[in-house]
């Protein structure tokens, strides 16, 4: 079965601590994207990646890095300088970039705590 | 900068009603708009697709609607069942590249 896979499922980690949350797509899409959903609130972009090698600043890449160095795979990095890391994290991608009618596909993103 | 709005927040009908939920944007100029279920802990299920071109799509007991020159989309359910107790959102995609804008959702609960 084709799908993205996001890893784990809960995260746990100490303030000042940078954690790495990983996603896997078995796909063939060349689009991935990160978002962060927030209690009542509509998911927000952190980053996304329209093909390998290269990806690009959403709406509050800030305190997040990412790599794309294969297509299957977008990890995200959540960095120290978030100010507000806990928050529900999701991976998406589409079959392409251009055109834009393909839809998201989503994995069943990670729940990250930061105490 | 577009703005996607989704009222009511929660919506709580008797299984076997017909329901219409609301979507709203700012920007005309999208190039699609999505309907997405979200259940509890989960990712996000794609539900329907409209491009910018079409008035509506339909799966199964589902139309979704659309009239980009008032901004406005509807997610009609038909003969809703306790199964579709999720959060519904849409989500517009502009015409200036891949960003998704979406809205809060509909946090909808069906009463057997």
């Known amino acids: 079965d084709g799908g993205i896979t996001q890893s784990p499922k809960y995260l746990f980690r100490k303030e000042g601590q940078n954690v790495t949350l990983s996603c896997e797509q078995n796909l063939n899409h060349d689009a991935m994207y990160w978002y962060r959903q927030d209690p009542g609130q509509g998911l927000r972009l952190i980053y996304y990646s329209q093909i390998v090698n290269d990806f690009q600043k959403g709406d509050i890449a800030e305190g997040y890095s990412v790599s794309r160095e294969k297509k299957e795979s977008f990890p995200l990095t959540v960095t120290s300088a978030q100010k507000n890391p806990t928050a529900f994290y999701l991976c998406?991608?589409?079959?392409?970039?251009?055109?834009?009618?393909?839809?998201?596909?989503f994995g069943n993103g990670t729940r990250l705590t930061v105490t | 900068k577009q703005e996607v709005t989704q009222i009511p927040a929660a919506l709580s009908v008797p299984e076997g009603e017909n329901l219409v939920l609301n979507c709203s944007f700012t920007?005309?100029?999208?190039?699609?708009l999505q309907w997405f279920r979200q259940d509890p802990g989960k990712g996000l299920t794609s539900l329907l697709l409209?491009?910018?071109?079409?008035r509506e799509q339909t799966s199964g007991r589902l139309n979704a609607s659309l009239d980009k020159s008032s901004g406005r989309s509807t997610l009609y359910i038909a003969a809703s069942q306790p199964g579709d107790s999720a959060t519904y959102l849409c989500a517009v995609q502009n015409n200036a590249g891949n960003m998704l804008t979406f809205g809060g959702g509909t946090r909808l609960m069906v009463k057997p």
């Open positions: 409209i491009q910018s071109s079409q």
């Open positions: 998406a991608s589409s079959a392409t970039g251009v055109p834009y009618n393909s839809p998201l596909h």
């Open positions: 920007d005309s100029a999208i190039y699609n």
